[in-house]
């Protein structure tokens, strides 16, 4: 059942625009990348590690959160236009399938998104000329790493979408929860605790990091998956007794 309202959703989010979405923001970061003055004086720091500073930065900090916010807001739009929460009711399953495939679809979204951004990574250096093998073992690490740090966001932004009618009330919701992630990454006691901090850390490249992750899996499982766990279920029992 979950499959296949997983597939109507995608079906509705084809109408918005949806491919245009994904790639805006690992575009975005290219940009940033290819134009950036200062690559010029890396000469004797590691190429990819220095391309990986610079475009890690605006992308997870600020694009990725925000775009997963938009997709959001967007996979809930037409059920708050066109009635679309009455004609869920109508059918045979449950709310919590419905807020599930939902999450599920908007995960996946962002692991498209993060595999994009990857192959910007390698177009990017390839076209400044990097003669040093691409680190593929160490770019997906943080592919899925800041996949997986994404999740708390995916929960908290899907329940204020299904909440709110208002696109600009949810995004804004998504804004506030983002920009302090700027500071809190500066901050040793509070960043390692800030669940829009993560997707950064964990795409902090640090050679020094052993293990699948540039984060400790404790921090992992403590602020990410505690965190998720915690909007999980608090959208879940929000959407059971919303009103439709």
């Not at 709110?164 to 919701?173: D, E, G, N």
Request: net charge positive.
């Amino acid at each position: 059942m979950i499959g296949t309202l997983i597939k109507a959703e995608w079906y509705k989010l084809k109408h918005h625009h949806i491919y245009a979405i994904l790639i805006i923001g690992p575009l975005l970061t290219l940009l940033i990348g290819m134009l950036n003055p200062m690559m010029g004086d890396m000469g004797a720091y590691h190429p990819w590690l220095s391309l990986f500073l610079f475009m890690n930065l605006p992308y997870a900090l600020l694009f990725l959160p925000l775009i997963t916010g938009v997709i959001a807001c967007i996979i809930c739009r037409y059920e708050h236009q066109a009635g679309g929460w009455k004609q869920w009711a109508t059918l045979p399953v449950t709310r919590t399938q419905i807020y599930v495939s939902k999450l599920i679809l908007i995960a996946l979204l962002v692991l498209i998104i993060q595999m994009i951004y990857g192959l910007v990574i390698f177009i990017a250096g390839t076209v400044k000329g990097f003669d040093v093998v691409f680190p593929y073992w160490t770019v997906g690490k943080f592919i899925i790493g800041g996949w997986l740090a994404t999740f708390p966001m995916i929960a908290l932004q899907l329940w204020a979408a299904m909440h709110w009618r208002s696109f600009a009330v949810a995004f804004t919701i998504n804004v506030v929860f983002t920009l302090p992630s700027i500071l809190a990454i500066n901050s040793e006691r509070f960043g390692p605790f800030y669940p829009w901090a993560q997707p950064f850390f964990a795409m902090y490249v640090d050679e020094s990091m052993s293990g699948m992750l540039f984060i400790p899996i404790s921090q992992m499982l403590l602020v990410t998956g505690g965190s998720f766990i915690v909007f999980l279920v608090l959208g879940i029992a929000t959407f059971k007794q919303k009103a439709i």
